[in-house]
């Protein structure tokens, strides 16, 4: 605050009696005290003030260059924050956004708030109309963007290894001409840790589809799996592996259970197969139709010479449930005769 400030404020305190306050004054001088401090902040750089606006959610799109995977967010992996928001009555704390063209209604892209987008459209779109999305509007570079979205999203356990790595891999490109050095440096990390997620986003297809989900991959998955990956012989192993372990997931989704969706059960299945430490597996028969009824059921299997159908059925299940399920198997065998 400047000298004229504190001289000001002087002549207007310097009135107050210490021993016989009126309460009335102190409150005016306190509250002029207080907003000359605010101004005098303001005038010397100190105080930055924000203009926040509550916009409806609709109004806004992601960034196409946005970190994080927005089909992948649902109810239960936004669950805290919605639970958060409905408690609070608000959204605490703003996205940040950036103003676009106004095409079908969009006028804001959100560089950072993602997750609290989705959360703020289900809670509209689930008896909650009365929120509103809260936004700090900011003039950004793409370059300035993707830097704000790093930092703000870098330490928090809701963006995965994966979503980042690719982030990081499109950045290189788009903004720093392929050079892994400069985007070190812009983003304040070591060359080795960035070269780390760079790898995770160069992972083959097979790989990642062989987890349940591209968010279960951990950067340490990608640095156990780079050896092998490395050398052509292997390579080829663990790709294989990949795609059977997906065919697998796949079946499974069919009948009971889902024992190859674990992220840390595939991980050990693929450095196996690098290793040389699996074998090739069976082709197994194809499931054609699964009947069930009260608990009861069973699978109609083609055999490898594909003239033959076996029929799995629960020895426990009930005569009645076999009736009726051997009913429904043979007025399907008959349609499709």
């Not at 992948?72 to 605490?92: M, R």
């Not at 608990?295 to 033959?308: A, H, L, M, W």
Request: aromatic fraction near 8%; hydrophobic fraction near 35%; charge should be positive.
């Amino acid at each position: 605050m400047t000298k004229k400030h504190d001289a000001i404020f002087d002549a207007v305190l310097s009135g107050i009696d210490a021993d016989g306050r009126n309460p009335k004054k102190d409150r005016s001088a306190g509250r002029f005290l207080k907003r000359g401090n605010a101004i005098g902040e303001k005038l010397s750089g100190e105080l930055h003030e924000k203009t926040l606006h509550l916009v409806d959610p609709s109004r806004c799109r992601m960034w196409d260059r946005h970190n994080r995977i927005y089909d992948l967010l649902t109810p239960e992996n936004c669950s805290d924050l919605i639970d958060g928001i409905q408690q609070q009555g608000k959204q605490e704390f703003p996205a940040v956004v950036r103003r676009v063209e106004g095409v079908d209604g969009i006028d804001f892209e959100v560089i950072c708030g993602a997750r609290r987008h989705f959360a703020i459209s289900w809670l509209r779109a689930n008896n909650y109309p009365q929120f509103k999305y809260l936004i700090e509007v900011r003039d950004l570079s793409d370059e300035e963007a993707f830097r704000l979205a790093d930092i703000e999203n870098r330490d928090r356990a809701d963006i995965s290894d994966y979503e980042r790595a690719c982030d990081y891999a499109a950045a290189v490109k788009l903004y720093y001409g392929g050079k892994q050095k400069s985007m070190a440096q812009r983003l304040q990390v070591s060359e080795a840790w960035l070269s780390r997620y760079l790898f995770l986003a160069k992972l083959p297809d097979e790989i990642v589809s062989a987890y349940p989900s591209p968010n279960d991959i951990k950067e340490l998955h990608a640095r156990t799996l780079k050896p092998f990956l490395a050398q052509p012989k292997t390579r080829a192993k663990m790709i294989d592996r990949a795609e059977w372990l997906q065919s697998m997931r796949a079946a499974q989704a069919t009948t009971h259970g889902t024992p190859w969706n674990d992220a840390v059960k595939v991980l050990n299945e693929l450095k196996q197969a690098g290793q040389g430490k699996v074998s090739k597996p069976k082709p197994k028969p194809s499931v054609k139709h699964v009947y069930s009824a009260k608990g009861s059921d069973f699978s109609i299997k083609r055999t490898d010479k594909g003239r033959q159908i076996l029929l799995e059925i629960d020895k426990d299940a009930p005569t009645d449930d076999l009736r009726m399920l051997l009913e429904k198997f043979l007025t399907d065998r008959a349609e499709n005769l």
